[in-house]
């Protein structure tokens, strides 16, 4: 029987699935996973069990999150298709936040300085990473 994929409402059956990150090796880009799948049950489950036994499916990946061979890059997170939930709302609020400090930059500094913190935080490389900022939030 195939993986089921959880993130909440998901209903995709034929999508190739993906391993949770493992949570020993890499806890934060672990909860970052959980949190974007919206499905709250999993934060019951021990994280093991998770890395084990759960999966997302392959739609809530970018392209430039995959490879050729459809295994997904390192530190790559799910972002597409993902419940309407508080983690997307805040997620939402940071990339506004973080467009409208690049575009302030842009008109006050110079074009280095705006080049480095546009390169920081719209690089695929960095999709999970400015993530990161968010994990003090809660269900």
Request: hydrophobic share 30%; aromatic share 10%.
């Amino acid at each position: 029987m195939p993986f089921k994929c959880q993130v909440l409402h998901c209903e995709d059956t034929n999508s190739p699935r993906h391993r949770f990150p493992n949570p020993i090796k890499n806890w934060n880009l672990y909860q970052i996973w959980i949190k974007a799948t919206g499905n709250t049950k999993l934060l019951e489950i021990e994280p093991e069990k998770v890395y084990k036994n759960m999966r997302i499916c392959h739609r809530h990946f970018r392209n430039e999150d995959k490879s050729t061979n459809m295994y997904l890059k390192s530190n790559t997170c799910p972002s597409l298709y993902l419940p309407e939930s508080e983690f997307t709302i805040i997620l939402s609020d940071f990339q506004n936040a973080v467009k409208q400090t690049n575009d302030n930059l842009l008109h006050q500094s110079s074009t280095s300085a705006s080049t480095t913190v546009e390169n920081i935080f719209t690089s695929p490389q960095s999709n999970c990473s400015n993530l990161l900022i968010l994990m003090y939030f809660e269900f």
